[in-house]
Structure formats: structure tokens, C-alpha cells
């Protein structure tokens, strides 16, 4: 009954955007234009009841419907009953469909662009959710009747039931398929020959929008990767984190030149060839997740048809906004003032330095796949490469970023230089110093150096402007982002080069010591839940005597299918992270291991400084 | 302060302190472990969706790190290790792209472009800056 | 110039589709990769008999042979399952030489599924440690290997075998 409510409801959201592109043209007159909003709107409003009843469906865990039945388990606590809806192909791509209206209508909302440039835009998004569907229709679909006669679901997976993995995906697709309008609205732009100062305006909004939550959905989960897989690492250059990453990066170059086009209305067609390339990545970043052509950790179950189709939809919308792109796109008139060096410079070479970032991350992604086709062989391409080629050539963005907001526009004078450059050194020798002290690692150096001159630097452009203005604005959102990046680097630089990793053996209600911490072994517990059975160490931790918590990492057996994972224990502090994982026994002697990840935290505090940093630079005038 | 001089300057302070850094700089030997995390962490555990030796529990990455430390206390380096493990797996068990025919357009190809688009730039400032 | 700028994006996108839809089009399992030993010689090894731990065989006792090796052991479930297949192949091609590897498996649970289920093989020898696995590069069983006469490896299968890949790969083969 409800898959019928979902699949009729999804029927007729498909029906409804149909309207909406059949309305367009007529839309002039009066009345056929209240019939092209009120389609947008039902169009919405259907698309969520479908949503809807399947989040009941999983809620009622209702085995007649296929995709509760593989994905759900009538012994799952609600939360993750709910969240089981998206976490799955299916229901993800439902969710999906649910985004793209919602971008539609909120974008309809708008009243200060021209209303031609609108409706062609609501156009375009209701003819992309048009292709989407259809792809979920026919092969994705999520009301699917169960032949089976069952009384109980398959999906049982633990790892699955994670309260961050659980909002990961709707924060992330929010970001990642958001991208969808701005490219909707640029190929409006350039048909209507409309990329004026509204245009501009427009896509700034939606473009930090979308950059904003993307950052955060990756934030989530990288954090979700660092407690639950692999040894406290967070980043593995894992397929689906780069597909993740690209329209990050290229979300970040848009926003970045925006800000030039705002101010000198010049290179109007590389942002609108950014536009496109945003959502364009998105879609390819899907192909190739869902294709299952890549081995990722990420994989959904694969069916070939559902790789054809997207590649298809891939080829056909791409294809199209580029075809737009080299008809329609008018140069420029004027020239780029481009001095040595001045904002608009600053502001090009993060443009070269991101995009080539971005096109190295795609190049490694699918360059196994050019080789097989080739030459036969499989090859791998994974962190070693990534790490080697994408940071060095994200150093001069990096150096640029610190006094860049405090270059001028117009002559290649750099105010307070002196005070700057004081900044630089007196941080390079801090730097030194710290690195010296420890384990005087190169990378170490660099990082520091790195982290703590964007953040110094940025500090004071913003004590430069409260200066010269008496307040600090919300115009230093700019210089609130990078702090958040210097953050970051410092966190990833103290969490990989200063991270203490230790082995120890301890018996029970035995304390030992690991430098000016120790810790103790309470006792081992052996906890039976429904799928699994976990032997538990209670540990407690001491700070010169005092006791920091207790961490308790633990072993588990899995009986279907026959597993044992390790599931480490975290505790989590400001300024550093202890990650305790229990290894095995021998004469009651249990082996553990420890890292101290020092300023791990930094990297979600400065992901956070982004996201308000965007969230504000959207609100301010 | 002009802006060039006060680049040259950051220029010069940071090769004084590269100089001053590499002078000091105390090479580190890498124990035994350490070399085996190092090769653990560029190979593929071939019956786990795409993680390193290093990462995985599996009992396949179990094996390859004890053939791992066996070499290494034969004395043998990380070429000869990962030469070996390839010979058997395929290039598809490293991370790292090997060096050869194949790969070499993969390691230089960002590298040129990115050269390429400084080198255009530099033109275009000069040019815009001779105007 | 400029002009010949803007086509560079659609020119990307063509090739990158071309590339993806080649790739998806021939099917390629992800988990399976091709075996780096393909037209590359079969390793020096020698292995005990699993009936008699005096006896062993090694390559050069299979000089001239075009032989099939199989990966199995007694605790794997889809060898079980390809297992019957091979004594029809036999039958069907009698100067092919089976042999079977018992890899990291335990000699008794070995003879006892050899005795349950018959033993279809020229010989079977035994691999514990799962050395010599190792010098073919085995990871996941059950794995089959074809070699042909002048002692190159030419076909490697990944999995169970099944009626299809046997008459649509392995037969074309050894014919």
C-alpha cells in the first residue's frame, strides 16, 4: 500500500515536471503561468510524499517493498530505520530527486532576478530532475514489490548503523547535487545572454550554499572514516572521497571568481564554464560510484544498466551545457589588470592551482580505467600519488592565501608589507623550533609553517581592517575561511607527522605507562548483541594521576557473515586524539596499541570556520 | 615597502631557513617497523575493497606483512619487496604507480600543465604590465 | 584561439566518455583482476604428494604437459562446488593434467573431502603454507590456472568455474 502511495506519488512528480516543460513556452500569459508554478510546486510536493513513504515504509519495516527488504531489519533502532532510507542506491537517488526539486523551488523563491532568466532556469532543473527520474524509474526504482513472502529484512550491517554516516549523506548530497541549479542557471544565462551583476548574484548565493554544506558532508565522512576504518587515518584517497572532493575543489574556484567577476565583470566565461563544470563532476562522480567500475570502500551493489544510463545522462547533459557553452559565451570586453602582484593575479593562479588539483584528482581516479582499456593491465592509483602530485601543486595556493584578501585590486602594493613579512619570519622560526624539538620531519615543517602563517596573516589583514574601520565586518567571512584552512593544515600536520604510535602488553587491573599518561586495565567484558558478539577492554586513562576517561576498544565477531573487525576505542580531546585499538592475549597478556594523535581535532574545528565562513558570506550584503 | 622586494625577500628568508634546517638535519634511520608500515601502507589488500596492507585485518594482509618482515630482516628494500609482490599480483597490488611507459604521462602530466599555465601567466602579467 | 579554448571542455568530456563506456561495455569485474603471470613461465616449485608426504612433483616432472592447476581446500565453500566439473573435464580431455593444490588447508580435512566428493586430479599436491600460491600470485580460492605445453601460463579464472566459462574460455583453449 505505501510502495503504491511512493511509487504513484514519484509518477506523479514525473508528470508534474513534464508540466512544467510543456508550460514554459505558453508561460507568458497569465494563466498558463500560474499553471507552471503551481506544477513546480506539486512537482515538490509529490517528490516528498514519495520521500515520505518510503522513510515509512522503513520505519514499518514493510518487507513487501524490495528495497526495505534488502536494506532494513525489523530489530534496527528507529534512528537508523530512518536513515536506512538513503543508505542504500535506491533510496539515496530518491533523495536525490528530492534535492533537485527542492533547489528548484527554493530558487524559485527569488525575486530579484529577471523573470525570463527564472523560468528558463526552473526549465532547465525541472528537465534535469525529468532525466533523473526516469533513470530511477527504470532502474533504480524503490517501491519495487518483494516476490518473496518474508517476515524479515536482510540489512543488518553494523557499520551502517553510525550516527554520523548516518547524516552524512543528506548533508553531503545537499552540496554535491545543489550544484545541479547552478548549473541550470548558468546555461539560462547563456542562452538569454543574461550573465549580468543579478546573475552573478544569484549563483554567488546558491555556489557558496552548496560549498558550504559539501564541506561539511566530507567533514562528516572523513570523521565518520577516522573512528571506524583503517588505524585513525581520516583521508584515504578512496574513489568516492576524490569524487567527493572534485566539485569541492571546483565549488571553491567558482566562489573564489565570482569575487573577480563581482568586481571587475570580466572573465564572466570562465565562471560559467565553472558553473557547469561543478555539477558536471557530480554527475561523472556518480557514474562511477554507481557503475561499480571502481573497487571503492564505498561500493553500491552494481547492475550494468544503471552504469550505461548514467554515463548516457553524463554524456547527454555535459555534452549539451558545453555545447551551449561555445555558442553562446560572449568574451569579455575589457582587460584583466594583472600585475605582480595584485587580487586579480592572487585570485587567477588559486584558479590554476585549484582546477589543475581537481583535474589531477580526476586523472588518478580514472586512470586505471584508461589503462585497462588500453593496454589490458590493472593498475592502482592511490594515496602515494595523490599525496606526491596534488599537495606540492597546492603549496603556491597556500602561500598565496595568506596576504592575498590584503592585496589590492588595482596596483600590486600590499599594505602593513613590513608587518607581514615579520609575521613570516618570526612563524618559520617558531616552526623550526617546534620541529626541532620533536621529530624534525620535513613535512612537519612545512605544515606549521604553512598553517600557522595563514592563520597569523589572515589575523592581521583582519586587524588591519578594524583598523581602518573602527568594526570588524562580516566582510573578513573571506579571512574567516582561511584561518579555517590554516586550522586544517596544522591538524592534518600534528595528526600525521607528530602522531606517537605505541605497543604495549598489559594484563588486568595492571596500569602502565605511555610518557606523562597511563593507563589501566579494568577489565575485559564480552557484550552479545543480536548480530554480533564484542569482547570489550575497559580501559581507563590517567593524567599524572588524574583520570582523563575511560576507553574501551574491542573485537568483533560478526556471525553473518563470519567477520571480526576491530573497533577502536577514541578519546577525544581539544589538543590531542588517544586512539586505543586491543589486539589479542596470550597467558592473559593482552597486546594493545596506542596513537596519540596530537590537534586532530583542528581538522573538524576548521571545516566547521569554513562552513559558518560560507553560511556568512551568503547572508551579508 | 614595495611588493617585489618584499617577495624577495620572503624568497631569501625562506632559503636561509631551508639552509639552516638541512644543515641540522639529523637523518633518521627507520627501524624495522617503521619500514614494514611504510610498504604496508602503498599496497593493495587484494580481498578487501580497495585498502592498504597497513589498514586491513584481512587474513590476505596478514600473510603479505609477515613475507614483508621476513624480507626486510633478509635485508632486502622496499624495490626489491614490492618488485616481488608485483611479479606475482600484478602492478594492480601497489598504490603507487610504478615508473614505466605507462604511468609516466600520470606523474608529469599535472606538473607541465601547471608549469605551462605559470608560464602563460608571467606573460600576460608582463605584457599587461609594459601596457 | 580563444574559440579553439572553449571547445576544450566537450573535447575532455567526449573522450572521457569514450573511455568509460569501452570500459563498461567489456564487462570488467573490478574484483578480478588479471593475473600478472599470464604468458609468463610457469615458477620453479616442488610440492609433496597429499597422500604420501614422501612423494612430490614439481614443474619439471610437467615439462611438455598442457596442464590445469586448481587452487582448493577442504574449507572453501564454492570449491565445493566447481569440484564436480572437473571429472567430466578429464573425461572429455584425458591428456590434460589435473593438478590439484590443497592450499592452506589441513592434510586430514583435505583426504576426507577427496574421499566424500572423489578426487578427479593427476595429482594433488600439498601447499599449507601457501608458498607456493604466493609464486602465482593466489589470493581468494578457489583460483585455476591453464598451461600449456611449453610450460607458459596462459589463462588464470578467479572463482568457481562453472559449465559456461568452461566451454565458452577453458575449452578453446585446450583445443
Not at chain 1, 534512528?79 to 536525490?96: D, F, P, R, V
Not at chain 2, 600473510?63 to 594492480?92: P, T
Request: proline share 3%; glycine share 6%.
Amino acid at each position: 500500500m505505501i510502495s503504491l502511495i511512493g511509487f504513484s506519488s514519484l509518477f506523479l512528480s514525473l508528470v508534474s515536471n513534464l508540466v512544467v516543460i510543456i508550460t514554459f513556452k505558453f508561460s507568458k500569459t497569465l494563466t498558463i503561468n500560474k499553471v507552471f508554478y503551481s506544477a513546480l510546486y506539486s512537482g515538490t510536493f509529490f517528490i516528498v510524499l514519495s520521500f515520505l513513504s518510503l522513510v515509512w515504509a522503513f520505519i514499518s519495516s514493510d518487507f513487501s517493498n524490495f528495497t526495505v527488504f534488502q536494506n532494513s531489519h525489523s530489530s534496527k533502532p528507529l534512528l537508523y530505520k530512518i536513515t536506512g532510507t538513503w543508505g542504500n542506491h535506491e533510496g539515496s537517488m530518491l533523495l536525490w530527486l528530492m534535492i533537485m526539486c527542492f533547489c528548484n523551488m527554493f530558487f524559485s523563491f527569488n525575486k530579484i532576478l529577471e523573470i525570463n532568466l527564472k523560468k528558463l532556469t526552473i526549465f532547465f532543473q525541472s528537465l534535469l530532475f525529468i532525466l533523473f527520474c526516469l533513470f530511477v524509474i527504470t532502474t533504480s526504482n524503490p517501491f519495487l514489490v518483494n516476490s518473496l513472502n518474508v517476515n524479515e529484512g536482510l540489512g543488518l550491517n553494523p557499520i551502517l548503523q553510525d550516527p554520523a554516516l548516518a547524516i552524512h549523506p543528506p548533508v553531503l548530497y545537499i552540496g554535491y547535487i545543489g550544484y545541479s541549479l547552478v548549473l541550470s542557471l548558468a546555461i539560462a544565462g547563456l542562452i538569454l545572454d543574461k550573465i549580468d551583476l543579478l546573475w552573478i548574484k544569484a549563483t554567488k548565493t546558491w555556489a557558496l550554499f552548496c560549498w558550504s554544506m559539501l564541506t561539511g558532508g566530507i567533514a562528516l565522512g572523513s570523521y565518520w572514516a577516522y573512528y571506524e576504518l583503517g588505524w585513525g587515518g581520516w583521508w584515504f584517497w578512496d574513489p568516492v572521497e576524490n569524487l567527493s572532493l572534485m566539485p569541492w575543489i571546483a565549488g571553491l574556484a567558482l566562489v573564489h571568481s565570482l569575487t573577480i567577476v563581482h568586481q571587475e565583470q570580466l572573465l564572466k566565461q570562465w565562471v560559467v564554464f565553472l558553473s557547469i563544470l561543478c555539477f558536471s563532476l557530480s554527475i561523472i562522480g556518480t557514474f562511477l560510484i554507481r557503475s561499480g567500475i571502481l573497487t571503492s570502500v564505498h561500493s553500491f551493489a552494481t547492475d550494468p544498466s544503471r552504469g550505461i544510463f548514467i554515463l548516457i545522462l553524463f554524456l547527454v547533459i555535459t555534452g549539451f551545457s558545453f555545447i551551449i557553452f561555445i555558442l553562446k559565451s560572449k568574451e569579455s570586453s575589457g582587460r584583466l589588470n594583472l600585475l605582480f602582484i595584485n587580487k586579480t593575479s592572487a585570485l587567477i593562479i588559486n584558479n590554476i592551482v585549484m582546477l589543475i588539483a581537481c583535474f589531477t584528482v580526476l586523472l588518478g581516479t580514472i586512470y586505471p580505467i584508461i589503462i585497462e582499456v588500453l593496454t589490458d593491465k590493472r593498475i592502482s592509483v592511490g594515496a602515494p600519488y595523490y599525496n606526491s602530485v596534488v599537495l606540492p601543486i597546492l603549496l603556491p595556493g597556500f602561500l598565496l592565501m595568506s596576504i592575498a584578501p590584503a592585496l589590492s585590486w588595482q596596483t600590486n602594493k600590499l599594505n602593513k608589507a613590513k608587518y607581514f613579512f615579520y609575521t613570516l619570519v618570526f612563524v618559520s622560526i617558531f616552526s623550526l623550533f617546534i620541529t626541532y624539538l620533536t621529530n624534525f620531519y620535513i613535512w612537519g615543517f612545512i605544515g606549521t609553517t604553512l598553517g600557522l602563517w595563514i592563520i597569523a596573516a589572515s589575523l592581521l589583514s583582519i586587524f588591519n581592517n578594524y583598523k581602518a574601520s573602527n568594526k570588524i565586518s562580516l566582510h573578513n567571512n573571506a579571512l574567516f575561511a582561511h584561518i579555517g584552512i590554516g586550522i586544517v593544515i596544522l591538524g592534518i600536520t600534528f595528526s600525521s607527522v607528530f602522531q606517537i604510535e605505541s605497543n604495549h602488553s598489559i594484563k588486568i587491573n595492571e596500569t602502565i605507562n605511555i610518557g606523562k599518561y597511563s593507563l589501566k586495565l579494568n577489565k575485559i567484558e564480552i557484550v552479545e548483541k543480536s548480530n554480533y558478539q564484542e569482547l570489550i577492554g575497559n580501559f581507563n586513562l590517567y593524567k599524572q594521576g588524574k583520570l582523563l576517561s575511560s576507553i574501551k576498544p574491542g573485537q568483533r565477531y560478526y556471525h553473518v557473515p563470519k567477520t571480526i573487525t576491530t573497533e577502536a576505542g577514541i578519546y577525544h580531546n581539544w589538543l590531542q586524539d588517544f586512539y586505543l585499538i586491543i589486539n589479542k592475549q596470550k597467558e592473559n597478556i593482552w597486546s594493545i596499541k596506542m596513537y596519540q594523535n596530537p590537534l586532530v581535532s583542528f581538522i573538524w574545528i576548521g571545516a566547521l570556520f569554513m562552513i559558518i565562513s560560507g553560511i556568512i558570506g551568503m547572508i551579508k550584503k | 615597502m614595495k611588493l617585489c622586494q618584499l617577495l624577495n625577500r620572503i624568497a631569501f628568508a625562506f632559503l636561509y631557513l631551508n639552509i639552516l634546517f638541512f644543515s641540522t638535519l639529523v637523518l633518521g634511520n627507520n627501524t624495522i617497523n617503521e619500514e614494514l608500515k611504510e610498504i604496508a601502507k602503498k599496497l593493495r589488500c587484494m580481498t578487501c575493497q580497495n585498502q592498504t596492507i597497513y589498514d586491513s585485518d584481512a587474513d590476505f594482509s596478514k600473510d603479505i606483512k609477515k613475507i614483508i618482515l621476513q624480507k626486510l630482516l633478509k635485508n632486502q628494500n622496499e624495490k626489491e619487496i614490492i618488485d616481488f609482490l608485483v611479479n606475482r599480483y600484478g602492478e594492480y597490488i601497489v598504490f603507487e604507480p610504478q615508473m614505466n611507459n605507462r604511468n609516466i604521462f600520470l606523474w608529469l602530466f599535472p606538473f607541465i600543465v601547471c608549469s605551462l599555465s605559470f608560464a602563460y601567466l608571467y606573460f600576460r602579467i608582463k605584457k599587461n604590465q609594459s601596457n | 584561439m580563444r574559440k579553439a579554448i572553449l571547445f576544450l571542455p566537450l573535447v575532455i568530456v567526449i573522450t572521457i566518455g569514450i573511455f568509460l563506456s569501452i570500459f563498461l561495455l567489456q564487462g570488467k569485474d573490478p574484483n578480478k583482476p588479471p593475473s600478472a603471470l599470464l604468458n609468463k613461465s610457469l615458477p620453479n616449485f616442488k610440492i609433496s604428494n597429499i597422500y604420501d608426504g614422501s612423494q612430490s612433483i614439481s614443474n619439471q616432472n610437467l615439462e611438455k604437459k598442457f596442464i590445469l592447476i586448481n587452487f582448493f581446500a577442504s574449507w572453501c565453500a564454492p570449491c565445493k562446488a566447481e569440484h564436480p566439473l572437473f571429472f567430466n573435464l578429464k573425461k572429455q580431455y584425458p591428456n590434460l593434467f589435473l593438478l590439484g593444490v590443497n592450499y592452506k588447508d589441513k592434510r586430514n580435512n583435505a583426504i576426507k573431502f577427496l574421499n566424500q566428493d572423489g578426487d578427479p586430479y593427476d595429482y594433488v599436491g600439498v601447499d599449507n603454507e601457501g608458498s607456493l600460491g604466493l609464486e602465482f600470485g593466489v589470493f581468494g580460492l578457489p583460483e585455476t590456472f591453464l598451461v600449456n605445453s611449453e610450460g607458459k601460463i596462459i589463462y588464470k579464472h578467479l572463482g568457481p568455474l562453472t559449465k559456461k566459462i568452461i566451454s565458452d574460455e577453458i575449452v578453446p583453449i585446450i583445443k
